[in-house]
């Protein structure tokens, strides 16, 4: 498996532009986390799922966040409008059996810079 | 709501020397696990070790170690034999077991290893 896949790995937009995050999780797995990385609130959970069904939206800033999961592999993550305090680094991460154990994989993250 | 603080926001150690890192947490579960992530400059976050609250044994994963006080709520990691590739922001982590699988981060502390 090639892992979490997050697409794209960079973008840089203008305030007021949407956009959106792209997720693809591990297949099998059946939970899926979006993180925000910044230097001032360290990793923030926005949102997850279990089964494709949103569970805790609760970190979820504000109406301009939205997330959906159609399916089991693919997730999306949609600002609309951005705006420069948007800049950070977006990670989603999966879980479930990793041939292991249970746990957690994330992907390489989406570095968002709004100007 | 459970809660973890990393004290030290940057710490240095020499090339083949031993560093602790610092991580308390808050809860008032019983049970749970806790865990170390490594994320180099890469930004891939890479599970460095897990404890379960239940065991008392402390993880070892070859050189690194984990200090596990469950009445004082403080898990540092250990590194022995400090090498240049263990330089990263390293993020303590806290999830419960039952209930809510997201994972809590404290807000990391960047290693700096000296050659």
């Known amino acids: 498996d090639a892992g979490v896949i997050q697409s794209p790995r960079h973008e840089v937009t203008e305030m007021g532009q949407e956009v959106t995050l792209r997720c693809k999780p591990i297949?099998?797995?059946?939970?899926l986390f979006w993180y925000r990385q910044t230097m001032m609130r360290g990793l923030e959970l926005l949102i997850y799922?279990?089964?494709?069904?949103?569970?805790?939206d609760s970190g979820m800033p504000e109406d301009r966040f939205s997330a959906k999961m159609p399916n089991a592999s693919f997730s999306t993550l949609k600002i609309q409008p951005s705006e420069p305090r948007d800049s950070a680094v977006y990670f989603c991460?999966?879980?479930?059996?990793?041939?292991?154990?249970?746990?957690?994989?994330f992907g390489s993250g989406t570095r968002l810079t709004v100007v | 709501a459970q809660t973890v603080t990393q004290s030290q926001p940057e710490m240095s150690v020499q090339e083949a020397e031993t560093v602790t890192l610092s991580c308390t947490y808050d809860t008032s579960e019983s049970d749970y696990y806790l865990f170390w992530y490594k994320q180099p400059p890469s930004r891939q976050m890479i599970l460095v070790i897990r404890?379960?609250?239940?065991?008392?044994q402390n993880a070892t994963e070859n050189r690194f170690s984990v200090n596990f006080q469950k009445a004082a709520k403080s898990f540092s990691l250990k590194i022995s034999d400090s090498q240049l590739g263990d330089a990263a922001m390293y993020f303590c982590a806290y999830r419960r077991i039952q209930g809510a699988q997201k994972l809590v981060f404290g807000q990391g502390t960047r290693l700096t290893i000296n050659p």
């Open positions: 297949s099998g797995h059946n939970s």
């Open positions: 799922f279990n089964n494709n069904v949103p569970i805790d």
């Open positions: 404890q379960e609250a239940y065991k008392q």
């Open positions: 991460a999966s879980r479930g059996w990793t041939g292991i154990t249970y746990g957690y994989t």
